[in-house]
């Protein structure tokens, strides 16, 4: 199996206020969102490298909640090699390819861990598609739906 060099790990939350949730990320990280949409934000995190997703959920309950994590690669072709690697060790995997979600068109692989944690290997094919009617920012995962990478 070829190695693959991935990008930057990614982690996407669900926030209930997106407006106030990038404020404090501003604050925190030093760096404007990358993209921002209705009830969604990213931020390209350089150093250290991190993609990391807001989600508006605004009936969330409770502290924040994760929503997913990922792993960004370079290529589809590292997307199968994920997927690949997965299944030999067992792993049950579920693609989604050319899928628009978060305003980008993405390759990607899902696996979830023993506790309904999921996780993705995907790529970004193109990034800042327009928000248009009937668009949402990112579905869940575990509803069988896109997740954001």
């Known amino acids: 199996m070829t190695d693959v060099i991935a990008l930057k790990p990614h982690i996407s939350i669900n ?3 997106i407006e106030k949730s990038i404020a404090f990320y501003r604050s925190m990280l030093g760096i ?3 993209k921002v949409r209705t009830g ?3 931020f390209d995190v350089q150093n250290p490298p991190l993609n990391l997703a807001l989600n508006e ?7 924040g909640a994760l929503s997913h994590l990922g792993i960004q690669v370079g290529s589809t072709e590292d997307v199968l090699t994920y997927r690949e690697r997965w299944e030999s060790a067992g ?6 390819m050319k899928t628009d ?3 980008a068109t993405q390759d990607k692989t899902w696996v979830h861990d023993p506790d309904g944690n ?3 290997a995907f790529v970004v094919l ?3 598609l327009p928000e248009t009617a009937g668009a949402s920012a990112c579905c869940s995962p575990a509803a069988g739906k896109s997740a954001c990478g």
Do not use: F, H, M
């Open 15 to 17: 926030v209930r206020n």
């Open 32 to 34: 404007e969102p990358s």
């Open 40 to 42: 969604y934000a990213k």
């Open 57 to 63: 959920v605004p009936t969330l309950a409770g502290p």
């Open 91 to 96: 792993l049950i995997t579920r693609d989604e």
């Open 101 to 103: 979600c978060c305003y």
């Open 118 to 120: 999921e996780w993705e």
């Open 126 to 128: 193109q990034d800042n």
